[in-house]
């Protein structure tokens, strides 16, 4: 087990000596450490605790011309749980984006990043490999209206389970207008077709306004309704996500209510408080039925999960900067299981840039 461990740690060992080597013209480098406690890891009504310890590391060679910036980085991340070491994992990977300044203010990225995920005895069935490939289009319009546009597509294998593989297809377009009172409104619409053993697909409908409240304060409200086309209804899609939670965007309609407010403090320090509150009708059973109990109409899950979130980031030293943050949530289930009424999350993150 011990031997596993090191080769799923490796890749973030070898960041880390390569972060010792002298900065060249074009290279960056960062390192990122983050502790939490979490009462609740699953976000089950088992509320099973853990101190979870993420080490992150990048490196970067970046090309720049009059008009354009090109990249080329490797990132690597341990997670390492203290409790259930056996969950411990370890994501690598490289990728290369690209910038394109257009005339007239048009703007051109185009991104791709490929990854390994790793994990200990116990847990291989989450080992998988993954490519993302992403194009994006921003332009300014007459009476200062922005409009932004992208495609993503997003491949995975789970070698240990060929049932769970897909590709993940998703398209947006926003459309903002910043107006004489500093009031920024944007609209956006998206849809999201992911295609596997089945298809699902999920139409994703946006609203949000910033407004800045005094020289160093905003707030930014969004409204937020997503509306499954069609859907896998039976499917269980356990191990779509990276982190292993039963939720998969694709498997419910439900709508988000939520705000955030930014002061800024100083130049160099910010207080961020943000909540919410989400709605989700599930498009697959709840967990009684996955039992074998019988099946209805009521069975499908329905959730409502409040959540409030507070951070403040601060400069520790040169390059050396700190973030605390402080996540309360609670959801209220019709499937006992996922019910739970306080999970708290308390965590410290250091980062250094080089």
């Given at each position: ?29 960062g ?29 970067g060679?970046?090309?720049?011309s ?71 289009f ?77 020289q160093?304060?905003?707030l ?59 709605v ?17 109409a ?9 959540y ?47």
């Amino acid at each position: 087990m011990l031997r596993k461990m090191s080769k799923q740690v490796g890749g973030v060992c070898v960041l880390i000596a390569l972060l010792g080597m002298p900065v060249s013209a074009g290279m960056s480098k960062g390192l990122n450490l983050s502790t939490s406690y979490n009462n609740n890891i699953l976000r089950d009504s088992d509320s099973q605790g853990d101190y979870i310890t993420q080490l992150k590391g990048s490196v970067g060679w970046g090309f720049r011309s009059a008009r354009s910036y090109t990249q080329f980085y490797y990132s690597g991340t341990g997670y390492m749980f203290a409790e259930v070491g056996s969950r411990s994992f370890a994501l690598n990977g490289f990728g290369a984006s690209y910038v394109r300044q257009l005339a007239h203010g048009k703007r051109l990225d185009v991104g791709s990043f490929a990854s390994v995920r790793l994990d200990r005895s116990g847990y291989e069935v989450y080992d998988n490999a993954e490519w993302k490939n992403y194009v994006a289009f921003r332009m300014y319009l007459p009476a200062r209206v922005m409009l932004h546009t992208g495609y993503t597509v997003q491949l995975r294998n789970y070698w240990r389970m060929d049932a769970r593989n897909y590709s993940d297809h998703s398209a947006f377009a926003q459309a903002s207008k910043l107006f004489s009172t500093q009031t920024l409104v944007r609209g956006e619409v998206g849809y999201g077709f992911k295609h596997h053993a089945d298809s699902e697909g999920q139409l994703v409908l946006g609203l949000e306004i910033s407004q800045p409240l005094a020289q160093n304060t905003s707030l930014n409200m969004r409204y937020e309704r997503r509306l499954n086309t069609h859907a896998n209804v039976f499917g269980e899609n356990l191990l779509d996500q990276d982190i292993d939670m039963l939720n998969n965007r694709y498997d419910y309609n439900g709508q988000v209510w939520s705000a955030k407010l930014t002061q800024q403090l100083s130049n160099s320090r910010k207080l961020v408080i943000a909540g919410g509150f989400d709605v989700r009708s599930y498009q697959t059973l709840t967990t009684l039925a996955w039992r074998g109990e019988p099946l209805f109409a009521d069975e499908l899950r329905k959730d409502k999960n409040p959540y409030l979130s507070v951070a403040f980031e601060t400069p520790l030293r040169n390059r050396v900067q700190a973030r605390f943050v402080y996540d309360f949530e609670s959801n209220k289930s019709n499937d006992n299981f996922f019910n739970f009424n306080k999970r708290n999350s308390l965590s410290v993150d250091l980062g250094l840039t080089f």
